[in-house]
């Protein structure tokens, strides 16, 4: 199987490390990882590396996501979704449409965000989550991310909760159900997640994304994987070389090159080299994929 990414649609239900699974057998190599992992209850935009493709992950990783999630307002939880226990309920009944756009809407910008207790986030040595699994209290720190955009498409009332239809656009390690959580603790009744659907992994989004049958299909009939040059034009800026620079390349010398920012590197022939990035008066290379 050549090198490259496979953007899967995710079910609700499985890990990602379940479709990491998938992926292995469906493309047969064991050398598959993912950018990013989505919750069991999450759908959505799941971005795999396949092969050497693997150590374009984590650079991806660094990217905007997109979503789109339905908080629900009047419930807490112990996950902050609705895979958790229930902490505490009260009457969302009393909450206006008006108010609850607005304190959504205060969710946008640079944020100091403390990410849910049941995150993977590693808290000496171990992950949090399964210190509070183990019954251990978990007190994590904030931690600095952007929301560039969040958008309120419905606010609808259900019984004593009220339910909010999202979408946003943020940075890596942002945490929607801490959104949802926080909004819920503004407002005074609690909230959670009941549905989370990643839109978008940077230019990845759900038009390219295959659900696992399909993609199996795809594979069969040789197809399935983007190929790492279409890869990394698609996720990073492009430079193409002259047989000379792609020769210095090759062995990982500096560039004389003005760059902007990470760029993708190629050989006249179009081959994938390398990801450089500006050092000073000259280009250094990040990764080399020859």
Do not use: N
């Amino acid at each position: 199987m050549r090198p490259g990414l496979v953007v899967v649609d995710k079910p609700g239900g499985m890990t990602s490390h379940d479709v990491v699974s998938r992926v292995r057998r469906l493309v047969g190599t064991r050398k598959v990882g993912h950018a990013g992992t989505l919750d069991p209850m999450a759908t959505g935009v799941l971005v795999l590396g396949v092969d050497r493709a693997t150590r374009l992950l984590g650079h991806l990783m660094l990217t905007d996501k997109g979503y789109a999630a339905t908080v629900r307002l009047g419930v807490a939880t112990t996950t902050d979704d609705a895979e958790g226990e229930v902490v505490s309920t009260a009457s969302a009944a009393a909450l206006d449409e008006e108010t609850v756009r607005s304190v959504l809407g205060e969710f946008v910008g640079e944020l100091q965000q403390v990410p849910t207790a049941v995150s993977a986030i590693k808290v000496d040595g171990k992950r949090a989550y399964q210190r509070v699994r183990d019954g251990e209290q978990v007190e994590l720190q904030p931690r600095a991310v952007t929301v560039h955009e969040l958008h309120v498409h419905g606010v609808r009332r259900v019984g004593d909760v009220v339910d909010a239809d999202i979408t946003l656009r943020c940075s890596s390690g942002t945490y929607v159900r801490a959104i949802a959580r926080d909004a819920g603790a503004r407002l005074g009744v609690g909230g959670h997640l009941t549905a989370l659907r990643r839109t978008a992994v940077g230019p990845y989004d759900l038009d390219v994304a295959r659900t696992l049958e399909q993609l199996g299909e795809d594979v069969e009939a040789g197809g399935g994987v983007l190929p790492i040059a279409d890869a990394a034009r698609a996720a990073f800026p492009g430079r193409d070389l002259d047989e000379r620079a792609a020769a210095d390349v090759r062995v990982g010398r500096s560039l004389e090159l003005e760059l902007a920012g990470t760029t993708a590197v190629f050989a006249p022939t179009g081959e994938f080299l390398a990801l450089y990035e500006p050092r000073g008066p000259v280009a250094r290379p990040v990764a080399v994929f020859v």
